[in-house]
T-cell receptor, first 110, second 117 residues
Framework: KNEVEQSPQNLTAQEGEFITINCSYSVGISALHWLQQHPGGGIVSLFMLSSGKKKHGRLIATINIQEKHSSLHITASHPRDSAVYICAVRALRGAQKLVFGQGTRLTINP | EPEVTQTPSHQVTQMGQEVILRCVPISNHLYFYWYRQILGQKVEFLVSFYNNEISEKSEIFDDQFSVERPDGSNFTLKIRSTKLEDSAMYFC???????????????FGDGTRLSIL
């Protein structure tokens, strides 16, 4: 069983729609990251959170530590939001490495 | 904004040859990481490096792999005798610090696509 599971694996939506990507994890964590990977392959860090909610522009990330679940929301989606969104966690007990989910491929059509 | 830079962006190498992937982390960062992503698969941790030594490594990081910080700016990943299955995108990352309650985000480079023929 993967330590980090994302859903859906693929998501296609129309421009303007509200998008939700989910991440569940099975281990205790010190932090959860949401990352964006563009077709060229580069990875950009969007959020790092360990509790509550963070917002940056049209992006919102939430985490429920008790439920071991996080969501990434995109409001007023745009074709330029098309990318792979990856959830990654850093385990407790001093571990430094990130453990990655398999990613969610998001396509926003105009 | 400071960024992690990786060179080359694409490396093509014959099987059995040695390859060195280079990274320049963000200048005030103390922790350095290598990850890889085989085409179509998720990103996997290889190794983390702090205070001039490996602090954590995965099962993937066997004797064929080594890391080095040869000077104050570069951080390299060497694969001694490449295999076909080493073909992947390799990402370098750095963070200010990690551990305890002081979580810091990891900043990623754009990756080096390694193709083994």
């Amino acid at each position: 069983k993967n330590e980090v599971e994302q859903s859906p694996q693929n998501l296609t939506a129309q421009e303007g729609e509200f998008i939700t990507i989910n991440c569940s994890y099975s281990v205790g964590i010190s932090a959860l990251h949401w990352l964006q990977q563009h077709p060229g392959g580069g990875i950009v860090s969007l959020f790092m959170l360990s509790s509550g909610k963070k917002k940056h522009g049209r992006l919102i990330a939430t985490i429920n530590i008790q439920e071991k679940h996080s969501s990434l929301h995109i409001t007023a989606s745009h074709p330029r939001d098309s990318a792979v969104y990856i959830c990654a966690v850093r385990a407790l007990r001093g571990a430094q490495k990130l453990v990655f989910g398999q990613g969610t491929r998001l396509t926003i059509n105009p | 904004e400071p960024e992690v830079t990786q060179t080359p962006s694409h490396q093509v190498t014959q099987m059995g040859q040695e390859v060195i992937l280079r990274c320049v982390p963000i200048s005030n960062h103390l922790y350095f990481y290598w990850y890889r992503q085989i085409l179509g698969q998720k990103v996997e941790f290889l190794v983390s490096f702090y205070n001039n030594e490996i602090s954590e490594k995965s099962e993937i990081f066997d004797d064929q792999f080594s890391v080095e910080r040869p000077d104050g700016s570069n951080f390299t990943l060497k694969i001694r005798s490449t295999k076909l299955e080493d073909s992947a995108m390799y990402f370098c990352a750095s963070s200010e610090r990690a551990g305890g309650g002081g979580n810091q985000p990891q900043h990623f480079g754009d990756g080096t696509r390694l193709s083994i023929l």
